[in-house]
């Protein structure tokens, strides 16, 4: 197991050793990330090409990783422990200089095994929510402690730097299926989301995560939305735990076809989440940014992932995005420009990409290679729609 975790002292010193890339502060953790982290959703320890891509994104100047215990049903937390431990026995990477990010809440595969077995045996999870078939979803705390236990081996790691609670708003999926009453189901979402962080800071007194966070798709809805998980409420309950708490990591999607992070007004004041989040200095992940999901259908923002005219209708978006602000234009390439946009953008701290291979980790290099101012430009995101 490696000992110890990140510190502002070790992901400083590793940033001043890439000077050509930008870092930034992440809030309230006291880390400096790189702007863009490594997405492990896809990469698993079998994979000769994933355990490269890795070793070349950490080696090149990239030092968050950001992953879950059901990416590829633990797979991926696996791959991320063998390079880690390889590389800082080579003396390549120090374990204070990377930030690692990882996940809780999903039963699926290995976990769903065990959920079954548990319910045979008389010993269920707390609170479980059956969503499908074979899926499953708990943040209840007796879970959390066995999850983080798990990801914490898989990972070779005495500590995870930040934990997130991963996708808890299925709770509010499954209570609107079941028609429950939206204040009754909020009520309860919230009281989970509570009991859960009240263990989370207990984890962090043990010394095995370092700080806590939620990863929501339903951060970015209108919040007139059933769903809707609202970042102001989440906050409060962090506060009335404790002034001092270790709340200071969210994570949701944005992209170039799905704005609302950055032009939907959902919290108090009328600002939008990631208004919310900067004022708060809570580090922000973004996740999705080359895959957007829009009338359930996947739009990939590249333009090698299209053909005939196809392949023309994305050059042709991308022309006209990039026109739209000064900075953006500097882009070389659709993905690109959906990389630029985001790191550009005021609150953004760092975005999260797939890199399974080397080539994909050396384009976005050349990306982040290219300086770019960061300021609000609402104005800009809501001229894409």
Same mark, same amino acid.
């Given at each position: 197991?490696?000992?110890?975790?990140? @510190?502002?002292?070790?992901?400083?010193?590793?940033?001043?050793?890439?000077?050509?890339?930008?870092?930034?502060?992440?809030?309230?953790?006291?880390?400096?990330?790189?702007?863009?982290?490594?997405?492990?959703?896809?990469? %698993?320890?079998?994979?000769?090409?994933?355990?490269?891509?890795?070793?070349? *994104?950490?080696?090149?100047?990239?030092?968050?990783?950001?992953?879950?215990?059901?990416?590829?049903?633990?797979?991926?937390?696996?791959?991320?422990?063998?390079?880690?431990?390889?590389?800082?026995?080579?003396?390549?990477?120090?374990?204070?200089?990377?930030?690692?990010?990882?996940?809780?809440?999903?039963?699926?595969?290995?976990?769903?095994?065990?959920?079954?077995?548990?319910?045979?045996?008389?010993?269920?999870?707390? +609170?479980?929510?059956?969503?499908?078939?074979?899926?499953?979803?708990?943040?209840? /705390?007796?879970?959390?402690?066995?999850?983080?236990?798990?990801?914490?081996?898989?990972?070779?790691?005495? =500590?995870?730097?930040?934990?997130?609670? %991963? $996708? /808890?708003?299925?709770?509010?999926?499954?209570?609107? +299926?079941?028609? &429950?009453?939206?204040?009754?189901?909020? =009520?309860?979402?919230?009281?989970?989301?509570?009991?859960?962080?009240?263990?989370?800071?207990?984890?962090?007194?043990?010394?095995?995560?370092?700080?806590?966070?939620?990863?929501?798709? @339903?951060?970015?809805?209108?919040?007139?939305?059933?769903?809707? =998980?609202?970042?102001?409420?989440?906050?409060?309950?962090?506060?009335?735990? $404790?002034?001092?708490?270790?709340?200071?990591?969210?994570?949701? /999607?944005?992209?170039?076809?799905?704005?609302?992070?950055? =032009?939907?007004?959902?919290?108090?004041?009328?600002?939008?989440?990631?208004?919310?989040?900067?004022?708060?200095?809570?580090?922000?992940?973004? $996740?999705?940014?080359?895959?957007?999901?829009?009338?359930?259908?996947?739009?990939?923002?590249?333009?090698?992932?299209?053909?005939?005219?196809?392949?023309?209708?994305?050059?042709?978006?991308?022309?006209?995005?990039?026109?739209?602000? /000064?900075?953006?234009?500097?882009?070389?390439?659709?993905?690109?420009?959906?990389?630029?946009?985001?790191?550009?953008?005021?609150?953004?701290? *760092?975005?999260?990409?797939?890199?399974?291979?080397?080539?994909? &980790?050396?384009?976005?290099?050349?990306?982040?290679?290219?300086?770019?101012?960061?300021?609000?430009?609402?104005?800009?995101?809501?001229?894409?729609?």
């Amino acid at each position: 197991m490696l000992p110890g975790l990140a @510190t502002r002292t070790g992901t400083l010193a590793y940033a001043k050793r890439h000077p050509g890339l930008s870092y930034h502060s992440m809030g309230k953790t006291g880390f400096f990330s790189s702007e863009a982290g490594f997405g492990g959703y896809r990469i %698993h320890d079998q994979v000769p090409k994933h355990y490269g891509a890795l070793v070349k *994104a950490l080696s090149s100047g990239i030092n968050l990783i950001d992953t879950s215990a059901n990416y590829t049903d633990g797979g991926s937390e696996r791959l991320i422990g063998k390079v880690l431990q390889d590389l800082v026995a080579k003396g390549e990477i120090l374990r204070e200089e990377i930030i690692v990010v990882s996940k809780g809440g999903y039963l699926q595969g290995e976990n769903y095994q065990l959920s079954q077995q548990r319910k045979t045996d008389g010993n269920p999870f707390c +609170e479980l929510v059956q969503y499908d078939d074979g899926l499953e979803h708990c943040i209840h /705390p007796e879970f959390l402690s066995e999850q983080i236990g798990r990801s914490l081996e898989r990972l070779g790691l005495e =500590t995870i730097d930040c934990y997130l609670l %991963h $996708n /808890p708003e299925y709770y509010l999926k499954w209570a609107e +299926e079941h028609d &429950v009453p939206v204040r009754e189901a909020q =009520t309860e979402y919230l009281h989970r989301i509570r009991e859960a962080f009240i263990f989370l800071e207990e984890e962090v007194a043990k010394g095995r995560i370092g700080c806590y966070g939620i990863s929501s798709n @339903t951060f970015v809805l209108p919040k007139r939305i059933y769903t809707f =998980t609202s970042l102001a409420q989440i906050w409060d309950i962090a506060e009335t735990i $404790n002034s001092y708490n270790h709340f200071r990591v969210i994570e949701f /999607p944005c992209n170039l076809l799905e704005t609302s992070a950055i =032009t939907e007004n959902n919290q108090p004041d009328g600002e939008t989440v990631l208004d919310f989040a900067y004022k708060k200095e809570l580090a922000v992940l973004i $996740n999705r940014p080359l895959n957007a999901i829009q009338d359930n259908q996947l739009i990939r923002l590249a333009e090698k992932a299209y053909e005939g005219e196809a392949a023309q209708e994305a050059v042709d978006f991308f022309k006209r995005v990039s026109s739209i602000d /000064p900075d953006w234009h500097k882009a070389s390439s659709l993905s690109h420009l959906a990389l630029r946009a985001l790191r550009s953008t005021t609150g953004v701290t *760092a975005v999260l990409v797939g890199m399974r291979q080397a080539a994909y &980790v050396e384009d976005i290099l050349a990306e982040l290679r290219e300086p770019c101012v960061k300021e609000k430009r609402r104005a800009s995101w809501e001229k894409i729609k």
